[in-house]
């Protein structure tokens, strides 16, 4: 007998037994995007590794350790995609879309890096993002962050998430606090962990993100990235606030809050929970706004937010959450009889002819009257359609509940498709 072959390591099958939840999720998460006029974007799997270099940074975690990079036949350098911003920007700028233009996208689908696996982080899992070009002022920052509240609302989360919320200022600004933190840093090198003192000269703001307690009572006394803050940076971000207020949007004010990718400037925000221990970010994002032209385009201001999929599956899960899932199954048609079998066919075909959106499954392969019923209870419909001899012959269907009390009830074959439509709203 051959072997079997496994998944790879951090790769997951999503099973049908799971899917019924991601897909309420992804519902949910284009039905929010529509409902503020955002249109789709989808990008390739593989870009050129050059792209997430020049993006991301050479000196981050990801491209250093994460990304899933080889040579192709042609001997250029591909990378499986760790994130969608980059491959956006790229796309706008190949095909013409962020100059001088408003673009409000959104995109989903499946990215790689190769990281330690563990529960809702995964080497191949599925990110959700929206991003918007050619708008500077904070108001569109404030609707991204309204447009993230509305997930939530939606998801029923609203009450096991909050908001965090930090500016980094501009390029000149960044560059002058980072000397100060450096200066800050080496007067304690000897108290920082081994990543720390790593970020230290590389990408010393990720310091300040550090997991290390002892590193983060150092923080204490380190000098503050708001006193190196021009006018127009800290007028950006009171008028965010400002906004977040009056639409009710509560928040938290995290002056240690930064974000993993060099790209980020002004604006950057978490959603966090405390139900799922360590994995506490649940949806990231900011200000990107030297990204585009950094890729090869226009000065082009942008923001935006990235959130996985897994993880928001997972909270759902661990809260218990996802019981309100639709069945798979509306009605489960059974034939009782080789010569009902044609009619039970017709009769499926003709509900869903009739009714799109009832979920109709046809009983196949035979079998007697107790089989038929317990696959039809297994597909968790809520009503079996039974077709048998003396149906047939007074040209009726029995409709019977799987779920609850009810009684089965014979309905005349040309009344059915309006009966189910009024039984199952």
């Known amino acids: 007998m051959a072997k079997q072959i496994q998944a790879i390591r951090g790769m997951n099958d999503i099973l049908p037994t799971q899917s019924p939840v991601w897909q309420k999720v992804e519902a949910v998460l284009r039905a929010s995007v529509a409902s503020f006029g955002y249109s789709e974007i989808r990008t390739p799997i593989v870009e050129n590794t050059d792209l997430f270099k020049r993006s991301i940074g050479e000196v981050t975690d990801i491209v250093e350790k994460e990304m899933y990079t080889f040579a192709d036949r042609n001997g250029d350098s591909l990378t499986l995609r760790p994130e969608g911003t980059a491959s956006t920007v790229r796309a706008g700028n190949e095909h013409g879309l962020l100059y001088n233009q408003e673009q409000r996208l959104w995109y989903m689908g499946p990215m790689f890096r190769h990281e330690r696996p563990q529960k809702g982080r995964y080497r191949q899992f599925h990110q959700f993002g929206v991003e918007v070009y050619g708008i500077k002022s904070a108001d569109i920052d404030a609707e991204v962050l309204m447009l993230s509240a509305s997930l939530w609302q939606k998801l029923g989360l609203t009450e096991h998430v909050s908001l965090e919320l930090n500016t980094l200022g501009d390029s000149d600004e960044r560059a002058a606090y980072r000397e100060a933190l450096v200066a800050f840093l080496e007067q304690h090198k000897d108290k920082l962990d081994e990543d720390s003192q790593r970020r230290m000269y590389s990408n010393p703001l990720r310091v300040l993100d550090s997991k290390d307690q002892q590193v983060q009572a150092l923080l204490a006394d380190a000098p503050a990235l708001m006193d190196y803050l021009g006018e127009d940076s800290k007028a950006h971000f009171a008028r965010l606030c400002e906004l977040l207020e009056a639409v009710g949007i509560q928040y938290r004010v995290n002056p240690r809050l930064v974000r993993g990718l060099d790209y980020y400037n002004r604006t950057v925000f978490e959603w966090v929970t405390d139900s799922l221990g360590a994995q506490g970010t649940v949806l990231a994002g900011g200000r990107y706004d030297g990204l585009v032209s950094q890729l090869g385009g226009k000065e082009t201001p942008a923001v935006g937010f990235a959130m996985g999929l897994e993880r928001i599956v997972l909270l759902l899960e661990t809260l218990e959450l996802n019981a309100d899932v639709a ?82 009830q014979d309905v005349e074959r040309q009344a059915l498709a309006d009966y189910l439509a009024e039984l199952i709203k």
């Open 327 to 408: 069945a798979e199954v509306d009605v489960y048609v059974t034939a009782m009889g080789d010569d009902c079998v044609i009619e039970a066919m017709k009769i499926a075909q003709e509900l869903r002819e009739k009714l799109p959106k009832l979920k109709v499954m046809s009983h196949c392969g035979g079998g007697n009257f107790k089989k038929q019923m317990k696959r039809a209870d297994k597909s968790g419909a809520g009503f079996a359609l039974i077709i048998g001899e003396t149906e047939l012959a007074n040209n009726k269907v029995a409709v019977k509940p799987l779920r609850g009390d009810g009684a089965q």
